[in-house]
């Protein structure tokens, strides 16, 4: 099945700033990619996603990339905010294949964004 | 989106006992999920609730502890069995929005559940 690794595990940036975090995937079938965003307490978030017929989208400040011959995606997100402070999870699926909506998460990524 | 409910919200428990979590939905949705969120981990699929047929399951998760119910397309239940201290974790459903081809899930607020 589908495997997810997600660098780094913490992250921690200057107010100002911009961050990467990086996935790579091991199921080359996998055609979906999205991000989500957790606060502490809350529900993840959707806040960006990429399919695999493209190679990058944007969304104000984040943006999200992709290489299907390396297998992996990378969320930019610029000019960091401290609301930006939360976990930060990437995922993958087949979409449209026998996995239906089966999303494999990475092990997230702690942002801390320092006023 | 649709508006994604679950009841109850975070519950304790005492071993051997069971709880039913239910996740209701505003909208007709096809693909309804259940996931488990332990502390401090990430998302790991417990089983997709199929309206009209069978839970799948993934690789470690059985039936006989995570009954699931999918009476309509609004509405499935989970059930974690003669629970252990190890089921203390958060559990969402999500809902795949319809019209979409690519698999856009959307999450329920959770249940955290403590089992002493």
């Known amino acids: 099945g589908e495997n997810v690794e997600q660098h780094p595990s913490t992250l921690s940036v200057q107010e100002g700033d911009s961050a990467v975090i990086k996935c790579t995937y091991s199921d080359s079938a996998s055609n979906y990619f999205p991000w989500y965003k957790q606060e502490l307490g809350k529900r993840p978030q959707l806040i960006i996603d990429i399919r695999s017929n493209v190679g990058e989208k944007k969304d104000q400040r984040i943006a999200v990339t992709l290489n299907k011959t390396a297998k992996h995606f990378s969320l930019h997100i610029t000019e960091t905010q401290p609301e930006d402070s939360a976990v930060y999870f990437c995922?993958?699926?087949?979409?449209?294949?026998?996995?239906?909506?089966?999303?494999?998460f990475g092990q997230g990524t702690i942002l801390t964004v320092h006023p | 989106s649709a508006v994604i409910s679950q009841k109850p919200s975070r519950d304790i428990c005492q071993r051997g006992t069971s709880l039913t979590i239910q996740c209701q939905v505003d909208s007709q949705v096809t693909m309804m999920f259940w996931y488990r969120q332990q502390p401090g981990q990430s998302l790991t699929l417990i089983a997709t609730?199929?309206?009209?047929?069978?839970?799948?399951?993934e690789s470690g998760f059985v039936i006989d502890k995570f009954p699931i119910s999918r009476p309509n397309l609004t509405f499935s239940t989970l059930t974690v069995s003669n629970m252990s201290p190890e089921d203390s974790s958060i559990y969402l459903c999500s809902v795949e929005s319809q019209g979409s081809s690519y698999n856009e899930q959307f999450f329920g607020p959770g249940t955290r559940l403590t089992v002493l």
């Open positions: 995922a993958a699926s087949n979409a449209g294949g026998t996995s239906y909506g089966k999303l494999t």
């Open positions: 609730a199929n309206q009209g047929s069978e839970a799948t399951y």
